[in-house]
């Protein structure tokens, strides 16, 4: 079973911050928190990942609390091209075994 | 940028036939992946290799082989295709400098289809 929970769905305006919560309480001190996001009829492409810091690069920013038992992925200016099912996957260093665990993650809706 | 190329992005096949999926990577990537998505149950790991002729059962390995004979080809064969593996099938690649990255790089999928 995938080690995180994450909302069904979400809806967002275009343009407005989309905030994606995701509970992971049973992560481990090791394990890194992973989000992707799959396009429809597309591959999953990668995100952002962090251990206990918050990270943003050019697509996000990721805020992970200080127990690590919860996070939230920020789009800063939500597009229509960033409707998406977004996962949030709790995992081992990626060098090490790549048995990530997939939930059904939650499909983000931007609506104009 | 990297480039994970899937031979087929939809295929029907029959009960029994034999199948092959066939996946490319361009950036000299030691492992790769196979994974099966199904609604409701998100990705679920299939096989992996992490070298040339080298693999590893994934979650599900049961009715299908892997094919590792060169580092950017790994294919996925299905011996006996069954009505069970209509499915979408992914395909994903990491290593060289993407390796701890977090970033695994993905196929744009085969959508297979068994009658």
């Known amino acids: 079973d995938a080690k995180t929970t994450q909302p069904p769905s979400m809806d967002c305006a275009e343009g407005r911050a989309a905030n994606l919560p995701c509970n992971h309480s049973t992560i481990s001190g090791n394990e890194y928190v992973y989000w992707y996001r799959q396009i429809h009829s597309q591959g999953p492409q990668y995100i952002i990942h962090?251990?206990?810091?918050?990270e943003t690069n050019e697509m996000a920013s990721l805020i992970i609390t200080e127990d690590r038992k919860s996070s939230t992925l920020i789009l800063p200016h939500a597009t229509l091209r960033d409707t998406a099912v977004y996962y949030c996957?709790?995992?081992?260093?990626?060098?090490?075994?790549?048995?990530?665990?997939w939930g059904a993650g939650t499909k983000l809706i931007i609506k104009p | 940028d990297v480039k994970v190329t899937q031979s087929s992005r939809y295929l029907v096949k029959r009960t029994g036939e034999k199948v092959f999926l066939e996946c490319v990577q361009d950036m000299d990537h030691e492992n790769m992946f196979w994974y099966r998505q199904d609604p409701g149950l998100g990705l679920r790991l299939i096989y992996f290799s992490y070298d040339v002729k080298m693999k590893e059962k994934g979650d599900i390995p049961e009715g299908y082989s892997v094919s590792r004979e060169k580092k950017e080809r790994f294919s996925l064969i299905l011996e006996s295709a069954s009505t069970n593996q209509t499915s979408m099938y992914l395909c994903a690649s990491v290593g060289g400098l993407e390796w701890g990255t977090g970033e695994l790089f993905f196929g744009e999928g085969s959508r297979l289809t068994v009658l």
């Open positions: 962090g251990l206990k810091n918050n």
């Open positions: 996957i709790v995992g081992p260093p990626m060098d090490s075994n790549y048995q990530l665990i």
